[in-house]
């Protein structure tokens, strides 16, 4: 044997191990995803593997086997729940990732149907749990999962608790119509339940995907009916028309549905040729995390159904369909350390120190463990590999560990009980899952006390960075926000880098902050808890200054709208703790002391024809939405989060959605958006002026 064909056999001997391992590797993912709804590695681990094993029996097919997780599409079924095989066997889909990919699968359809019209239906692929209704003469009889694809569960019960689903088509139906679909949860009734479980200290989900599938399947459906879950239907299996007319394309199939009562993936459409999907797919990538639902691409399905049926399926996915995925927003990494950092109330947050990992497009290094409990729930440890999730703005977290992968010596972590900055023993009040230090000189606090108050959080002092509150605390010239306003430039000039001319200009903005200051900017700058911009208004507009609102007892407070007792509670600890009160009195001798001015923008909302109404604006107007509610607080009235008895004015525009049915049987005073000018206008035509744009001038003149 020469040299050459020994190192080929010895690669495909390595191949042919390879591909037992793929498969290994996904059957055991592919449980813990879809049986266990408890996955352990990224999709995009998942795909890659996946992927890998594709082309290694593309390459090798002599060594394909029958139970290849290549050929089926996904978990086993439950034993606790009863099991049923499909009609139609339910498909997975294929994916691409890449434009590149998206061509690819153009031209198998070109070579597979010469000629075939390149018209999609497309839509979001909606990350949640796949499943089949079935209908038989218009009545809701049999709901099951996907399963492995041939066999489901039965979750007839659980899903007739899921409120947007149709128990009874509209208008004719079919004799027998099986509708495919998918259960989801909005993202923020997700974000509720999450909320509630960890207040229940009971196991959170990971995502809305997870949390969809915990709560169908289910033995208790009385668990399921408590959650808000949606049912969006996207496709069918057998169909019996009886006398109807048989559908002929995926826009027509889309449309019936609709029209029989089916909520369907939200901006699903049409698109003529590569390009409008191309189109497509940029702004749904764009758009995604400003939906109100969980997605991971678009999927496309060839408009023509006669074109659809001569395609037909591979073993595991149609040919004529695709889903077209965004770069995962999740990666995996590993936790090198756990920090804690004290935040500026005192508060002690852990977070992972990761080896810097690319999350969507961002390189990740660390990430929020949010606290003692959550670290312990989902029992991470140093040292594990760990997924880590980032979603917009959000503040990267870390999602779980992988257990599979931990070392065998790895120890809980144990939180710490003393203050990491100061030393001194922290404190964990009853009911609160955070850690406090309580030491009022604590330099971390101090630290981050004093970037808050200069922050455009807070007074907005401009030329006071980080690395200058760095080197005034640590020198321990500056312990509160009173010192800084004490700096002289003669002194300031000792400093490292600091000459006469910057010196000059960091004390003259002190001076003018000082000048400035509201007591509405105050409020914010002093990082009192639960009193954030619409509080400090609130309170500004109702007190004279810190002096008459330290006076006012909780009870009176509480009358003051959208203030409840925690708040209240929270406003009266500031002012009975003696550091504070210290400062405040310094802050005064310093001449920091703003008074509320009664001026004639304030003299004017306090009359306009809006005044004292609580106002709400629900569905897409034709301006930003925070330019409408600066229109109404100009004129008056005062923006509400949500419909009560107490509402006076909902204001609707395009889509309103559930605000305006509750607004209507509570009898609610409704306009659209012309109304809502109308009422600006009608008072304007009496009073001088425009009270519209003042508002608008005078808020952003203060921003
Ligand atoms: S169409 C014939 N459309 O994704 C094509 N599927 O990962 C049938 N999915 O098994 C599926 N959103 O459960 C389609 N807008 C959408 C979808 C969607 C999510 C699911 C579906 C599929 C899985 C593949």
Not at 455 to 465: P, Q, R, V, Y
Request: with cysteine; charged share 30%.
């Amino acid at each position: 044997m020469n040299q050459g064909t020994l190192q080929s056999l010895l690669a495909a001997d390595a191949d042919k191990k390879r591909m037992e391992e793929l498969r290994a590797f996904i059957t055991y993912h592919n449980y813990r995803y879809h049986t266990l709804d408890a996955p352990e590695i990224t999709d995009d681990e998942y795909n890659a593997a996946f992927q890998a094993l594709l082309r290694l029996e593309e390459r090798y097919p002599e060594w394909r086997s029958p139970d290849s997780p290549t050929n089926r599409v996904g978990g086993q079924v439950l034993s606790s729940l009863e099991t049923k095989a499909h009609t139609r066997r339910m498909y997975s889909l294929d994916n691409v990732f890449s434009d590149e990919d998206w061509q690819g699968f153009l031209k198998r359809l070109e070579n597979a149907l010469p000629g075939v019209e390149d018209t999609f239906w497309c839509d979001p692929k909606m990350d949640g749990l796949a499943l089949e209704l079935v209908y038989e003469n218009g009545r809701f009889v049999e709901a099951l999962t996907r399963g492995d694809g041939e066999v489901g569960e039965v979750v007839t019960a659980a899903m007739r608790t899921v409120r947007n689903l149709p128990k009874v088509l509209h208008g004719e139906a079919p004799e027998r119509l099986e509708v495919r679909g998918e259960v989801i949860f909005r993202r923020k009734d997700f974000a509720a339940l999450n909320d509630r479980l960890r207040k229940e200290n009971a196991k959170t989900f990971a995502n809305p995907r997870n949390a969809a599938a915990g709560s169908i399947r289910q033995l208790d459906t009385s668990v399921t009916a408590s959650r808000p879950l949606r049912f969006l239907a996207y496709g069918f299996g057998e169909v019996r028309f009886g006398g109807m007319p048989v559908w002929r394309t995926y826009a027509e199939v889309m449309e019936r549905l609709q029209a029989l009562g089916f909520e369907t993936p939200p901006g699903g459409r049409l698109c003529r040729g590569s390009g409008e999907v191309e189109a497509y797919y940029a702004s749904l990538a764009e758009k995604r995390e400003s939906l109100a639902y969980e997605i991971d691409g678009v999927v496309m399905k060839l408009d023509d159904l006669e074109a659809q049926e001569a395609l037909g399926y591979t073993a595991r996915a149609p040919r004529f369909a695709i889903a077209w995925k965004f770069p995962a927003q999740q990666a995996t990494t590993r936790l090198l350390d756990i920090t804690v950092q004290v935040g500026r109330t005192g508060v002690l947050t852990p977070v992972a120190e990761l080896e810097p990992v690319n999350v969507g497009g961002v390189i990740v290094s660390r990430a929020t463990l949010h606290n003692e409990d959550e670290i312990r729930n989902r029992d991470v440890r140093v040292g594990d590999r760990v997924v880590v999730q980032r979603a917009g703005d959000v503040i990267p977290e870390v999602v779980r560990a992988v257990l599979s992968e931990r070392a065998p010596d790895s120890k809980p972590f144990e939180f710490p009980h003393v203050c990491p900055s100061c030393g001194q023993e922290a404190s964990r009040l009853e009911g609160e899952v955070a850690w406090r230090c309580v030491n009022v000189s604590c330099p971390a606090m101090i630290r981050q006390s004093l970037t808050h108050f200069v922050s455009k959080a807070g007074l907005d002092i401009e030329g006071l960075g980080q690395r200058w509150i760095e080197l005034l605390v640590s020198s321990e010239r500056v312990r509160t926000p009173a010192d800084l306003f004490t700096l002289k430039v003669e002194e300031l000039l000792h400093y490292e880098r600091m000459g006469v001319k910057l010196a000059t200009k960091f004390v003259d903005s002190l001076d003018r902050a000082k000048k400035d200051a509201t007591l509405q900017r105050l409020l914010c700058a002093l990082g009192i808890r639960h009193v954030g911009e619409q509080t400090a208004k609130t309170l500004a507009a109702a007190y004279a200054d810190m002096d008459a609102l330290r006076a006012a007892d909780p009870e009176e407070l509480q009358n003051l709208p959208d203030i409840g007792p925690e708040v209240a509670g929270a406003i009266k600890a500031f002012f009975d703790d003696k550091p504070n009160v210290e400062l405040l009195a310094r802050l005064k001798e310093l001449g920091l002391w703003p008074v509320r001015r009664q001026t004639p923008e304030t003299a004017q909302v306090a009359a306009g024809p809006l005044a004292g109404m609580k106002v709400l604006f629900t569905g897409s107007l034709s301006m930003p939405r925070s330019q409408a509610q600066r229109m109404a607080e100009g004129a008056g009235a005062e923006i509400v989060g949500g419909v009560s008895r107490k509402l006076n004015l909902l204001v609707v525009g395009d889509e309103p959605g559930s605000k305006l049915e509750k607004a209507r049987t509570l009898g609610v005073r409704v306009v659209d958006e012309a109304g809502f000018l109308a009422l600006l206008r009608a008072e304007n035509d009496v009073s001088a002026g425009d009270s519209g744009n003042a508002a608008q001038d005078s808020e952003e003149g203060k921003g």
